[in-house]
């Protein structure tokens, strides 16, 4: 069952010469981890932001084609309602802190809807066990580490009981701890929940051990799409012209592939695949 | 020639915490060294003190025989240029070329000199195209280049780098990379304080490894990602061409394959 629709999408920021997207077409699937990858100013910022609405109706923009999330057309309703569908985490988590405990910033989103004070305390439990960060309730958002401060923003987005998660380089200002935390949450958020993950992420190697699907942009158009097997043994040649780098195994399985069976994209599979 | 000297350094904020304790380092003209550690480990505090930002609490710093106690940010900046991690934290001027003469202009530098310089760096950077542009109006992985050029420029004799990868697409991280090599091949001293491995383990000969305050591993790329308890007591993974070899068995022991190539040569 497909949650995501995007036929033809076309964004133009006012001002700009380009295209953002340029003609973007791409269905996702219920419970799938996509990857977005493409140098800076392919677009997947522009994607991430037109499928949770935030463009074009808090960041104005002509947008051309269809888009339709969980049967909904962003464009169309309320940021802070489509939010009860499409949780969004970015890239500076501190930026989206405001309030004094971590757990009334949990509740900020649930308090702006006008949920019930039961429900919100229940939905604040869950998500905050659901990230790891259960007993931190009443410590300051402020005072905790990046890494602890992303998967509060991930709480924040999981209270509303969202459908889909959009994370738009979540972990390039944490150190290795950070990121390896936010990144065995998603995980299994994905795998256990059941949630639907669309991360746009530099890190191939980690992304090449979680995604079921890589979408390649490449100047607001969609160079590739396909799973990690597919796309990175492709790329290895033409790394520069797309700005994306592939995993190093990948990469040592192109110089030495009469070792390998076939090539590689995690390290597990370059050790079960080399000869030897 | 400026060789840095680190003795006995301690370091304590305002507040009371103890960010840097008993750290002894030397680091000769010329070295690439890296600076890694979990955030709040210290090591920006640490390489905060080699152009004089902070000052020691207790112990000595010393830029070539200049100690850092007696002499001023402006003095010594001129001897250690520092790259913020944040180039917004660094940029203030409203075009690229204001910018990258800002500096010039400070250590005196003669009209033709400060010309001479701009256009040398602002072609070895690619930034010719951008140099009447507003760096605010620039994307950030430009403005993070201006940021390191507008320092490079200065021509010092070591450069820090904080975390110059950070928030960088492929090729940004290629163009830093290539930097670091060009400015190694002049003889200058390069200290990157880096989350990334690859970069770590492929552009540096030298990783000092910072764990809650102290200094617990001084040595090369390839000795540090074969030591199994500093690894895991700082929760730093070796690059992934590393795992592997070392999974496959074809690494010796205390040494380490760091690039692809060396696994491609040594295969």
Request: hydrophobic share 40%.
């Amino acid at each position: 069952m497909s949650v995501i629709k995007v036929e033809n999408l076309t964004v133009q920021y006012a001002g700009e010469e380009k295209n953002a997207l340029d003609g973007v077409s791409l269905e996702i699937e219920k419970g799938e981890f996509v990857a977005l990858l493409g140098a800076h100013g392919a677009g997947k910022t522009t994607l991430c932001l037109s499928l949770n609405g935030i463009v074009p109706n808090m960041i104005s923009a002509d947008m051309y084609g269809a888009i339709e999330v969980l049967g909904e057309i962003p464009p169309k309703i309320p940021v802070r309602q489509l939010a009860t569908k499409v949780g969004s985490i970015f890239d500076n988590p501190e930026f989206q802190m405001s309030q004094l405990t971590v757990f009334e910033e949990v509740a900020l989103g649930l308090q702006n809807l006008g949920v019930e004070k039961t429900t919100i305390e229940k939905n604040i439990t869950e998500s905050l066990k659901l990230v790891g960060l259960e007993g931190f309730e009443e410590r300051s958002p402020f005072e905790i580490s990046g890494g602890q401060q992303q998967r509060l923003a991930m709480a924040s987005a999981l209270a509303m009981k969202p459908e889909i998660l959009i994370l738009d380089e979540p972990t390039s200002n944490l150190d290795p701890i950070g990121k390896e935390e936010v990144f065995s949450v998603t995980r299994s958020l994905n795998q256990e929940e059941g949630l639907t993950v669309i991360i746009a992420e530099h890190e191939v190697e980690v992304i090449a051990e979680f995604a079921d699907k890589l979408i390649l942009l490449d100047e607001g158009k969609i160079n590739e799409i396909g799973t990690p097997q597919e796309i990175f043994p492709k790329f290895v040649e033409h790394q520069e012209d797309v700005g994306v780098r592939v995993p190093q195994v990948t990469e040592l399985a192109s110089k030495k592939y009469e070792l390998f069976d076939s090539t590689p994209v995690t390290l597990d599979e370059a050790v079960r695949m080399y000869k030897g | 020639m400026t060789d840095l000297n680190v003795s006995k350094l301690q370091h304590t904020y305002p507040n009371g915490v103890v960010a840097v304790n008993n750290v002894n380092v030397e680091i000769k003209q010329g070295e690439q060294v890296s600076v890694v550690g979990q955030n709040g480990s210290g090591k920006t505090t640490l390489v905060k003190h080699w152009n004089g930002l902070l000052k020691p609490t207790e112990g000595n710093v010393y830029v070539g025989d200049l100690d850092t106690m007696e002499h001023s940010v402006n003095v010594l900046a001129r001897k250690v240029g520092y790259v913020f991690q944040n180039p917004n934290h660094q940029i203030f001027a409203s075009s690229v070329r204001d910018e990258l003469e800002f500096g010039l202009i400070n250590i005196g530098l003669k009209e033709d000199e400060i010309k001479r310089r701009v256009d040398l760096i602002s072609q070895e950077f690619g930034l010719v195209e951008y140099l009447e542009t507003n760096p605010y109006r620039l994307g950030f992985s430009i403005r993070k280049t201006v940021g390191m050029a507008s320092i490079i420029a200065m021509e010092p004799d070591v450069i820090v780098l904080d975390e110059p990868t950070t928030g960088q697409d492929y090729l940004g991280i290629k163009a830093i990379r290539l930097a670091i090599k060009k400015l190694k091949d002049q003889g200058k001293t390069v200290i990157v304080v880096s989350h990334d491995m690859p970069l770590v383990a492929e552009d540096t000969d030298r990783v000092l490894v910072m764990c809650d305050t102290e200094l617990i591993f001084d040595g090369t790329p390839s000795k540090l990602f074969s030591d199994r308890s500093i690894l895991e007591k700082t929760n730093l993974l070796p690059p992934q061409i590393t795992s592997f070899t070392q999974k496959i068995g074809i690494s010796k022991e205390n040494e380490s394959l760091l690039s692809v190539e060396d696994a491609a040569k040594t295969l």
